[in-house]
C-alpha cells in the first residue's frame, strides 16, 4: 500500500519523510525542493514477531511494510498547473492514500507561502486544489456518460451519480465526506478521484509543541469533524530520533513526554485508515507478518505468500496468537485443542497464527 505525504511547501514533509524513511530525501527552505517524488518503503511496528521468532527460534523476522511517497509540495493554483501542480496532483493519483502534512509552528527563518501560520487556511488551500481537480475530471466523465445515456437509458445512473458527486465538490467539501450506500460509494472509488482518499492529518509542531499547541489543536479538530485520523508530532525532533541507538531514544523520548515514537503512531495509524490486517505465519527459518484488507478469506490470505497456495487450498490450521505465547509451541496449543481447522469461506482475524495446508 502506498501512502502520499502532501502539503505545501516549506511544512515539513521532506524532513517528515527523512524521518519515517531514514532515506536522506533533500529538505530546504524553498519551495519546489521536491520535484520528482520520493519513494521509501517502512516497516509497520509489531512486537508480535519478536516473540513469535523468540519461541520458533527464527533466523529471520520479516515485518509488514508500507510505502510513503514524498510529494511536492502544493501551491494555491495547483489544480491550473501553477507550481507544477498538474504533475504534482498526477503523483497524488497514485497513492491509497494522503497523509497531509500541516505547519503548526512559527519560526522566521523558515518562508510561509502564504506570509503566516494559519492550519485551518492551509488545509482548506490544499483540499480546494484536489476539490477543483476533481471537479476538472467529473466534468470530462460526465460529458462522456451524458453521450452514453442517449444510447442507453441504463446508464442514466451513473450520471445522476456524476451530478451528485460535482455538487457535493462544488460546495467545497471533499468527497470522502460524502455519505452515501455501498453501491454509490464503490461507484465513487470506481472513479480514482484526489478527493475520495482516506487522509491522515499531521500537525508537525515545533519541539516545544510536541504534545500539542494551539495550531495542533485545530488541526485535530478538523480532522475530528471529517472523521479523518490526525497525529501531532515534531518532526525534526523525530528525524533526530532516527539517529539514536534504542536507549538513547528512550531516553530522549521520556524527557518529551513520550511513550512512541510519532512515526511509530503514524505507521499505525496509516495501517488502521487503509482498513488493514495482519496474520502471521511462524517456523525456523522465518517469523512474518502478511498484509491483507480486512475480510480477506483464508485462500486468498495463502495467495499473498504464493499464488500456488491459494490454487492449492485446503484448509488453514490458526491458532490465536495470545493463546500460542501462553501454551509456548504450537503442538502445545494443537494438543489442547487450541488449534482450529478453518475452511475456505473463514474470514482471517488480526492475531492468526497460521500454517496452511495445501495441495499443488
Not at 41 to 68: G, Q
Not at 210 to 222: H, K, M, P, Q, T
Not at 233 to 244: H, N, P, R, S, Y
Request: aromatic residues 8%; charged residues 30%; negative net charge.
Amino acid at each position: 500500500m502506498k501512502l502520499g505525504v502532501v502539503g505545501l511547501p516549506n511544512v515539513g514533509k521532506s524532513t517528515l519523510f527523512n524521518a519515517i524513511t531514514k532515506a536522506g530525501a533533500q529538505a530546504a527552505n524553498y519551495p519546489f525542493c521536491t520535484i520528482e517524488p520520493n519513494v521509501g518503503v517502512v516497516a509497520v511496528p509489531d512486537e508480535r514477531l519478536d516473540k513469535l521468532a523468540a519461541l520458533y527460534n527464527s533466523k529471520k523476522i520479516t515485518p509488514t511494510t508500507l510505502e510513503f511517497v514524498d510529494i511536492a509540495g502544493l501551491v494555491k493554483g495547483a489544480s491550473r498547473g501553477e507550481g507544477l501542480g498538474n504533475k504534482f496532483l498526477s503523483h497524488i493519483r497514485e497513492v491509497d492514500a494522503i497523509v497531509h502534512v500541516v505547519r503548526c509552528f512559527d519560526d522566521e527563518n523558515i518562508t510561509h507561502v502564504d506570509g503566516s501560520v494559519d492550519p485551518s487556511r492551509d488545509i482548506e488551500t490544499i483540499n480546494l486544489e484536489l476539490i477543483f481537480a476533481d471537479l476538472e475530471t467529473l466534468e470530462r466523465r460526465m460529458a462522456k456518460a451524458l453521450s452514453m445515456v442517449k444510447a442507453d437509458k441504463k446508464y442514466q445512473e451513473d450520471v445522476d451519480r456524476l451530478s451528485a458527486m460535482q455538487k457535493w465538490l462544488e460546495d467545497g467539501k471533499p468527497l470522502r465526506n460524502m455519505h452515501v450506500g455501498e453501491e454509490f460509494k464503490r461507484f465513487i472509488d470506481e472513479q480514482f478521484l484526489l478527493t475520495s482518499k482516506p487522509v491522515i492529518y499531521v500537525a508537525n509542531t515545533d519541539e516545544a509543541g510536541v504534545l500539542g499547541n494551539a495550531y495542533s489543536d485545530e488541526v485535530e479538530r478538523i480532522s475530528a469533524a471529517e472523521k479523518s485520523e490526525c497525529i501531532v508530532l515534531c518532526a525534526k525532533l523525530e528525524e533526530d530520533l532516527t539517529t539514536l541507538a534504542d536507549d538513547e531514544r528512550m531516553m530522549f523520548m521520556a524527557e518529551y513526554g513520550l511513550s512512541e515514537s510519532g512515526l511509530d503512531r503514524l505507521v499505525k495509524a496509516s495501517y488502521k485508515l487503509l482498513g488493514l490486517i495482519s496474520y502471521l505465519t511462524a517456523g525456523e527459518k522465518e517469523t512474518r507478518a502478511w498484509t491483507i484488507v480486512k475480510g480477506t478469506k483464508a485462500p486468498q490470505a495463502a495467495g499473498k505468500i504464493h499464488s500456488d497456495f491459494e490454487r492449492g487450498f485446503i484448509r488453514a490450521e490458526i491458532v490465536d496468537y495470545d493463546t500460542l505465547i501462553e501454551c509456548g509451541s504450537f503442538n502445545i496449543a494443537k494438543e489442547r485443542g487450541k488449534v482450529r481447522s478453518e475452511g475456505k469461506d473463514y474470514v482471517m482475524q488480526e492475531n492468526d497464527v497460521v500454517l496452511f495446508r495445501i495441495n499443488v
